[in-house]
Nanobody
């Protein structure tokens, strides 16, 4: 079992920045690839970013590439999502997820554990 708790969401103006954190407990964190997903109202949850177990590989959705950065601290069992140059379309609930089986993936179905989500609202 892995428990994930996101934090750092909130209200920010267009062009601003936020850093989301996801603290993990339970199963060894360093054995899990981690991902961030987001869900807009009425839409399916979509991939945002992912990072491999050791942090050497990262992947991003085209919509956030160059603006968002995923990182992890295995000693602190935490994964981060630095979000810069935020746009109104980034408004969503953001979820972190752990993949303990397959390895780093952009596919939602390959993640085994999910946090409860944190709301990010970008105002214009």
């Amino acid at each position: 079992q892995v428990q994930l708790v996101e934090s750092g969401g909130g209200l920010v103006q267009v062009g601003g920045s936020l850093r989301l954190s996801c603290a993990a407990s339970g199963r060894t964190f360093s054995g899990s690839a981690m991902g961030w997903f987001r869900q807009h109202p009425g839409k399916e949850r979509e991939f945002v970013a992912a990072i491999s177990r050791a942090g050497g590989r990262t992947y991003y959705a085209n919509s956030v590439k160059g603006r968002f950065a995923i990182s992890r601290d295995n000693a602190q069992s935490t994964v981060y999502l630095q979000m810069n140059t935020l746009k109104p379309e980034d408004t969503a609930v953001y979820y972190c997820a752990a993949d303990v089986r397959v390895g780093v993936s952009i596919r939602r179905g390959e993640y085994d554990y999910w946090g409860q989500g944190t709301q990010v609202t970008v105002s214009s």
